[in-house]
């Protein structure tokens, strides 16, 4: 499985309609309209924990297996949700996920932000990836101030804010089993900025976790979603490890 760049005749296609502007439509292996896949369909992916070094930890890699399990579903205020089963082949353990295909063509993924809204951070209970608008959005998660301890300094105001943005990419081919699927790639970046006040507010720390994802209309669903390994500013908590999810294999119903 590997990315493909475009051809120089596929960009000369491209440019001759329309300057490689979407219009919907799978035309010379660009990307097409989004289309939900049916209840019973798989997707087999590769797993690989990826250390805060960025290194691919493959010793520790495992497959999973993500199943439609229904479709058609009204579920938290959205009433286009496919329900997703991943089970962990390695552990066995099965994990539920919602995606709401919505009407122009774009994908909302269920967070449940409502139950994480505390201590002033505020979640949405969805998400929307910008399948087809390629329109970016974002929002404020977090805008507060505490005491932190600081060597010399002693407890000073720490002011830390994150923001949420999602963002389109491009578009190019995946290559499975030498055959080319068209997909969009998408970009989620959570910023953690952080200032503290001693006299002046002056930048503390500026961080990004960031989650590459790449979404194949054409199959309903997910080719690759890398998230890089995150170091938790001033040491707050155990920095965290990434994980690169791509696909190996799926069978559409």
Request: proline share 6%; aromatic share 12%; glycine share 8%.
């Amino acid at each position: 499985m590997k990315k493909l760049s475009l051809s120089c005749a596929a960009v000369f296609i491209c440019v001759l309609y329309s300057g490689c502007a979407y219009n919907g439509a799978v035309v010379n292996n660009t990307p097409g309209n989004t289309i939900p896949a049916k209840a019973g369909s798989t997707y087999i992916y590769n797993n690989t924990p990826i250390d805060t070094s960025g290194k691919l930890l493959t010793d520790s890699a495992y497959q999973s297996v993500d199943s439609v399990a229904a479709t058609g579903m009204s579920f938290s205020g959205k009433t286009n949700v496919t329900q997703f089963t991943s089970r962990n082949l390695k552990t066995g353990i099965v994990t539920p996920s919602y995606i709401n295909f919505e009407a122009n063509g774009d994908i909302s993924e269920f967070i449940g932000g409502s139950f994480l809204s505390v201590l002033g951070i505020t979640l949405p209970n969805w998400v929307t990836y910008p399948i087809q608008t390629h329109v970016s959005s974002g929002f404020k998660i977090l805008d507060t101030s505490f005491s932190y301890p600081l060597p010399v300094l002693g407890n000073v105001p720490i002011h830390i804010i994150v923001v949420d943005s999602i963002t389109y990419v491009n578009w190019d081919l995946f290559t499975l089993n030498n055959a080319y699927i068209p997909e969009f790639n998408l970009k989620h970046r959570t910023n953690y900025s952080g200032a503290v006040r001693i006299i002046i507010e002056q930048p503390l720390f500026n961080s990004d976790g960031i989650t590459t994802l790449a979404f194949a209309p054409s199959i309903g669903y997910y080719t690759n979603k890398t998230t890089q390994p995150f170091k938790v500013p001033l040491g707050l908590f155990p920095s965290i490890q990434g994980t690169q999810k791509i696909l190996v294999a799926y069978n559409l119903k």
